[in-house]
C-alpha cells in the first residue's frame, strides 16, 4: 500500500448528468461585464467555463451570480455554483435540449477537423492585429 488514499466518490458520482467535453469558444455575460471564455464541458442542466487568457478585460467569478452562457449560436441563462481561478461551473435556468447538445458535438467535431481552439484563437488575434476587431 502506498498511503495514498483515494476517495470513496467516483467522479461520475458528483454528479447527476453525463457530459460532453469540449473546447469551445463561448461568451460570458453578466449585468457588468462581459467577456471571451472556453466551453469545458456542458450537460442538459450545466457547464464548465473559463475564462479566456485573451479576455480584454477579466472577470472575476462571483459564486450566485446570473451568467448568459453562448456558445456557437445557442444560449443559456444560469448561475455560478462554484468557481476555481478561471474556471466556474454553472447551472441552467432552463435545460439543454437533445438537438441543442448534438450540435455542440457537432461543432466541437468541426472544430477538431480545423485545429481546434488554438486556430480560432489565432484568427481573432491576426483579425485584432488586421485591425478589423477593435
Known amino acids: 500500500m502506498s498511503g495514498l488514499q483515494t476517495s470513496s466518490i ?24 462581459s467577456c471571451t471564455a472556453v466551453l469545458l464541458d456542458i450537460s ?18 462571483q459564486i450566485g451570480e446570473t451568467v448568459l452562457l453562448q456558445w456557437g449560436n445557442f444560449e443559456k441563462l444560469g448561475h455560478l455554483v462554484w468557481e476555481v481561478g478561471t474556471v466556474a461551473g454553472m447551472v441552467f435556468e ?3 435540449t437533445p438537438r441543442e447538445i448534438i450540435a ?9 477537423r ?4 488554438q486556430s480560432v484563437e489565432h484568427a481573432v488575434a491576426r483579425s485584432w492585429y488586421e485591425g478589423h476587431a477593435r
Open 44 to 61: 442538459i442542466t450545466g457547464a464548465r467555463i473559463e475564462l479566456s487568457p485573451y479576455a480584454s478585460t477579466p472577470v472575476a467569478f
Open 104 to 112: 455542440t458535438r457537432d461543432m466541437q467535431d468541426e472544430l477538431a
Open 114 to 117: 480545423n485545429g481546434g481552439l
Open 94 to 96: 432552463e435545460l439543454v
Open 10 to 33: 467516483t467522479p461520475l458520482a458528483r454528479r447527476e448528468r453525463s457530459r460532453l467535453k469540449t473546447r469551445l469558444p463561448a461568451r460570458i455575460t453578466t449585468l457588468t461585464h
